[in-house]
């Protein structure tokens, strides 16, 4: 029987219902104000309607060819030769590229300088390019590339972090974060208990695939379409590989279908492959990967495998933890630093260490390159506290809620976190007390314990978890953002930006942003696309950071054309600048009221500058990298979310019945967006710790490749009650419109569905002892914790 057909009714209450985007919001936005207004996404019509252009829709140049790559079949050995024969016979294909092909430097251009453009003399997964065939057609290059043979001496391969750790092999060198004395708080401690978990990596599976489209131009220059979150690396990496400066490349990106971190770095090899391909047959050169050979080709979220002991009192107060994280990098470094470096910040979450060792490993294995993803290394710091205090909780016969409570951080004690950084803007018992009287936590738990009593097949759960994530770049380099509004004479708005549109609203927010800045209405102002030859070297779209910096980067060039006009205005009617107003499309002064067009043009006749450009770096953030000790991050965001599940203790399936949010996003620019994204983390992360389990076998072969054996949450997965609310409160420190980041900290609240599955376990297993219950909870691994 299926567990739909199966009576899942949520303890205490009916079904409940899912949010309306923009219905929870902060406090009224002014009149006539952009920012505070739940607006449609800038594209939505368009992308409903079809109309939307991605890289693969861009028409294309006639003569372009396309490619396919030519990949690995062996997890590590020598690359001996590669035989092209039978490919080159078939109809369409023009030829191969190979790493003699590469006129600059054949290795990537990333900091540890590592990775290949192409393999070479070995070969480090499964999947690995070696080169490139090129075609008349898409599918001509595809069948091509499968008919190269490739001669590969093997060589034994390392798949699991703790085999790489037991041979200490690792991509970067291993990092220790320490306070106090853990070893004597330890043999002080009242009660101990030591353990090991498995977490499992995550595929993007973003709708549009990796994707790029490189065209030659005159005088040695290129310009390049890519799906990237970070076109100025694009920029970089393409110069580095055909020895030329980085001014001859333009990257171009108007929106991608979907990125989660998987468009960061890995977007890059597609576009250093394309412009190979594109010098070396003088054409246009298209390389869109189809979703099996996108993940054999790319990274995942890195896996995580944990060995921890945690010493604690009878409160279930953590008196000391030593914790040893052994990452999973793949076969080369990537972005694997400051992921690892991010999971020793989020090993804490919400909670108060005193006596502390978090050592991170960085393990090489001889698989993809494992990279940035949703939450860059926060959700496997986040997750492994949590496990401990759950299984504390229930190896003293306590509530899991009142022991997270107990060591939450606090407002004048216990407030500095394990790298030194002091909790200043703490909002986490309030926060944490709302949600569990509003989701009425302490009464399901007593109506979950009594269906339990009487149901001997389907047991329920329930956890309410909080979490508190960091936002800045740990790379503190990147924490820096430009932008362009030109304002033209029809009183129109134009705005550029470094960051990247994915899906979550980015152009939008910033549009509303400059909208309330000029004073005219949201539909006067159009975001256009990221180019590196409007914004140069911006950072990445990561981090959560997108408003944050280019937001505030808009809004301060914005602001110098409105301070042109004001002191334009001023000058016309003897008044202060200060006294000029701007709102409603109208410009107000003490004298006279101008339509905000007619303000323009009349500045243009007088040659008053009607453009500028905005710069931004984040304050305050600093740290040691060595010891990873100071103020990583500008400030932190909140949220909580209480998870009702049921398992099936005969099949170990289970299901989320109920989930109820408050989340922490200050004074939002757009409700209906940050809505949205809490949403969409929420699921996402659900699926991680449910559903999307990667599988190699012990040769090194991703197993799980297709839609057909890796399962995401489909609409059918998400619970019938899914309520979203919003902290009423604006960000303590100045960013922008009092807003905080929102794209990455809900991910790490579906936490709280792993939990709840943990605790119907633990009813089932009807005893107070730890439940070991490797991540994700599938039923196999449902099944597993249940008779261990």
Same mark, same amino acid.
């Given at each position: 029987m299926n567990m739909r057909d199966?009576?899942?009714?949520?303890?205490?209450?009916?079904?409940?219902?899912?949010?309306?985007?923009?219905?929870?919001?902060?406090?009224?936005?002014?009149? &006539?104000s952009a920012v505070g207004v739940s607006r449609p996404h800038e594209s939505?019509?368009?992308?409903?309607?079809?109309?939307a252009t991605y890289v693969d829709d861009i028409p294309e140049v006639k003569g372009t060819l396309h490619a396919a790559p030519i990949l690995s079949n062996v997890a590590h050995g020598r690359l001996l030769g590669v035989n092209a024969a039978a490919a080159l016979a078939l109809p369409g294909v023009r030829g191969v590229v190979l790493a003699g092909d590469i006129p600059g430097d054949p290795m990537l251009a990333t900091f540890v300088h590592d990775e290949p453009v192409f393999a070479r003399d070995t070969v480090q997964h499964i999947g690995q390019v070696v080169g490139l065939v090129v075609a008349e057609t898409v599918m001509q290059a595809r069948r091509a590339a499968r008919q190269v043979q490739l001669k590969i001496d093997p060589l034994p391969p390392v798949m699991t972090p703790r085999e790489a750790h037991a041979k200490q092999s690792y991509v970067l060198p291993p990092v220790t974060v320490r306070r106090g004395e853990p070893e004597a708080a330890l043999a002080q401690s009242p009660h101990r208990l030591s353990g090991q978990l498995q977490v499992g990596g995550q595929e993007h599976f973003y709708l549009e695939g990796q994707v790029a489209y490189a065209l030659p131009l005159e005088q040695g220059q290129w310009w390049v379409y890519s799906s990237t979150q970070h076109p100025g690396e694009i920029q970089h990496w393409v110069a580095h590989a055909l020895g030329i400066e980085n001014n001859?490349?333009?990257?171009?990106?108007?929106?991608?279908?979907?990125?989660?971190?998987?468009?960061?770095?890995?977007?890059?090899?597609l576009a250093v492959w394309a412009t190979l391909a594109a010098r070396k047959f003088r054409c246009p050169v298209k390389l869109r990967l189809d979703r099996d050979d996108d993940f054999m080709v790319t990274g995942k979220r890195h896996p995580f495998a944990y060995d921890y002991?945690?010493?604690? &009192?009878?409160?279930?107060?953590?008196?000391? *933890?030593?914790?040893? #994280?052994?990452?999973?990098?793949?076969?080369?470094?990537?972005?694997?630093?400051?992921?690892?470096?991010?999971? @020793?910040?989020?090993? &804490?979450?919400?909670?108060?260490?005193?006596?502390?060792?978090?050592?991170?490993?960085?393990?090489?294995?001889n698989t993809q390159s494992h990279t940035a993803f949703r939450g860059f290394g926060g959700p496997q710091g986040v997750i492994v506290i949590?496990?401990?205090?759950g299984d504390i909780a229930r190896t003293l016969g306590l509530d899991p809620f009142d022991v997270r409570l107990r060591n939450l951080y606090g407002i004048e004690e216990r407030n500095v976190t394990h790298y030194q950084?002091?909790?200043?803007?703490?909002?986490?018992?309030?926060?944490?007390?709302?949600?569990?009287?509003?989701?009425?936590?302490?009464?399901?738990?007593?109506?979950?314990?009594?269906?339990?009593?009487?149901?001997?097949?389907?047991?329920?759960?329930?956890?309410?978890?909080?979490?508190?994530?960091?936002?800045?770049?740990?790379?503190?380099?990147?924490?820096?953002?430009?932008a362009l509004v030109h304002v033209y004479l029809d009183g129109?708005?134009?705005?550029?930006?470094?960051?990247?549109? #994915?899906?979550?609203?980015?152009?939008?927010?910033?549009?509303?942003?400059?909208?309330?800045? *000029?004073?005219?209405?949201?539909?006067?102002?159009?975001?256009?696309?990221?180019?590196?030859?409007?914004?140069?070297?911006?950072?990445?779209?990561?981090?959560?950071s997108g408003t944050d910096l280019n937001g505030r980067a808009a809004q301060y060039a914005a602001r110098h054309v409105r301070d042109n006009l004001a002191a334009f205005v001023a000058g016309l009617d003897g008044c202060g600048a200060g006294a000029v107003r701007f709102a409603g499309g109208r410009v107000t002064s003490p004298k006279a009221t101008r339509s905000f067009d007619e303000v323009v043009q009349a500045a243009y006749a007088n040659r008053i500058q009607l453009w500028s450009d905005g710069f931004y770096r984040t304050p305050k953030i600093h740290y040691d990298k060595l010891t990873l000790t100071g103020r990583p991050f500008y400030y932190?965001?909140?949220?909580?979310?209480?998870?009702?599940?049921?398992?099936?203790?005969?099949?170990?399936?289970?299901?989320?019945?109920?989930?109820?949010?408050?989340?922490?996003?200050?004074?939002?620019?757009?409700?209906?967006? &940050?809505?949205?994204? @809490?949403?969409?983390?929420?699921?996402?992360? #659900?699926?991680?710790?449910?559903?999307?389990?990667?599988?190699?076998?012990?040769?090194?072969y991703l197993a799980t490749h297709a839609p057909s054996t890796y399962k995401i949450p489909a609409t059918g997965d998400v619970p019938e009650h899914f309520k979203v609310d919003l902290w009423p409160e604006p960000n303590r420190e100045d960013n922008v419109g009092g807003s905080k980041a929102v794209g990455e900290p809900p991910f790490m609240l579906a936490v709280s569905v792993r939990e709840a599955i943990r605790d119907a376990v633990a009813a089932a297993q009807g005893g107070s002892q730890p439940v070991r219950m490797d991540a994700p909870a599938t039923a196999e691994n449902v099944l597993k914790a249940l008779k261990a």
């Open positions: 199966k009576e899942f009714t949520p303890a205490g209450g009916g079904a409940g219902r899912t949010a309306a985007a923009g219905e929870q919001r902060p406090a009224p936005a002014a009149p &006539d939505a019509r368009a992308q409903v309607a079809g109309s001859a490349v333009t990257v171009e990106c108007r929106r991608m279908g979907g990125g989660f971190g998987g468009k960061e770095t890995q977007a890059g090899h002991t945690v010493g604690f &009192d009878g409160s279930g107060l953590v008196t000391a *933890l030593k914790l040893t #994280m052994l990452a999973d990098c793949g076969f080369s470094a990537d972005l694997s630093g400051p992921v690892a470096d991010r999971a @020793i910040f989020h090993a &804490d979450n919400a909670y108060f260490l005193s006596d502390v060792e978090i050592a991170s490993y960085r393990c090489k294995t949590e496990a401990i205090l950084m002091k909790v200043e803007d703490n909002i986490l018992q309030p926060l944490l007390s709302t949600l569990a009287q509003s989701s009425h936590y302490r009464q399901r738990r007593e109506a979950i314990a009594a269906w339990n009593a009487g149901s001997p097949v389907i047991k329920r759960g329930i956890a309410l978890t909080p979490v508190k994530f960091g936002i800045s770049f740990t790379a503190t380099l990147f924490n820096q953002a430009g129109s708005v134009q705005v550029n930006h470094g960051g990247t549109e #994915m899906g979550q609203g980015l152009n939008t927010k910033v549009a509303q942003i400059v909208a309330d800045e *000029l004073g005219v209405p949201f539909e006067r102002v159009r975001s256009t696309a990221a180019d590196t030859s409007k914004v140069p070297n911006a950072s990445a779209t990561a981090a959560s932190f965001a909140y949220g909580a979310a209480c998870s009702e599940v049921a398992i099936d203790t005969l099949t170990g399936e289970s299901r989320v019945l109920k989930v109820d949010i408050l989340h922490d996003v200050g004074t939002s620019i757009n409700p209906a967006l &940050d809505i949205g994204q @809490i949403e969409g983390g929420f699921i996402q992360g #659900m699926g991680w710790l449910t559903t999307e389990q990667l599988v190699w076998n012990d040769k090194g």
